[in-house]
């Protein structure tokens, strides 16, 4: 399967195609999972209860990305977050209390995503002069 299977829209920029394609399988590796959920790139993610450029829905086993004039690499550090609550979720961690600010399951999120990013930008340093994604 290729990883743009995954996604279930692709109306973002090639450049974010691409540095998907090389996150992707850095990031399943740090995290030691082996299969993915799907990911929904949208403009913008609405949420009733915070303002967010990204979640992960755990009854559905997919992650919304908001897109809309991000830094590839800025998309990429959501991903990175919500995929270690999508890891929480097959670990039977999360429950209605786990994304509260300063909870220990989003301070995990936070900081493992936070290393792999610094792992992923030491590999790939080219990717900071990227543009914003344009979804127009």
């Known amino acids: 399967m290729r990883i743009t299977d995954l996604f279930e829209s692709r109306d973002n920029s090639w450049d974010l195609m691409q540095v998907l394609e090389d996150f992707l399988p850095?990031?399943?590796e740090e995290l030691e999972i082996d299969k993915l959920?799907?990911?929904?790139?949208?403009?913008?993610?609405k949420?009733?209860?915070?303002?967010?450029?990204?979640?992960?829905?755990?009854?559905?086993?997919?992650?919304?990305?908001?897109?809309?004039?991000?830094?590839?690499?800025?998309?990429?550090?959501t991903l990175a977050h919500e995929l270690v609550h999508?890891?929480?979720?097959?670990?039977?961690?999360?429950?209605?209390?786990?994304?509260?600010?300063?909870?220990?399951?989003?301070?995990?999120?936070?900081?493992?995503?936070?290393?792999?990013?610094?792992?992923?930008?030491k590999r790939h340093p080219e990717y900071f002069k990227l543009s914003a994604v344009d979804v127009q």
């Not at 829905?57 to 908001?66: A, C, F, H, M, T």
């Not at 220990?104 to 936070?110: D, G, L, Q, R």
């Open 37 to 45: 959920p799907k990911i929904k790139l949208v403009p913008i993610v």
């Open 47 to 77: 949420d009733t209860v915070q303002p967010t450029f990204g979640k992960f829905v755990n009854d559905e086993n997919k992650i919304y990305l908001g897109i809309e004039e991000r830094h590839p690499l800025d998309v990429i550090r």
């Open 86 to 121: 999508f890891k929480q979720g097959m670990e039977d961690r999360l429950d209605d209390t786990s994304g509260n600010t300063g909870s220990p399951i989003e301070n995990e999120a936070h900081e493992v995503a936070g290393i792999i990013m610094r792992n992923f930008n």
């Open 26 to 28: 850095l990031a399943m």
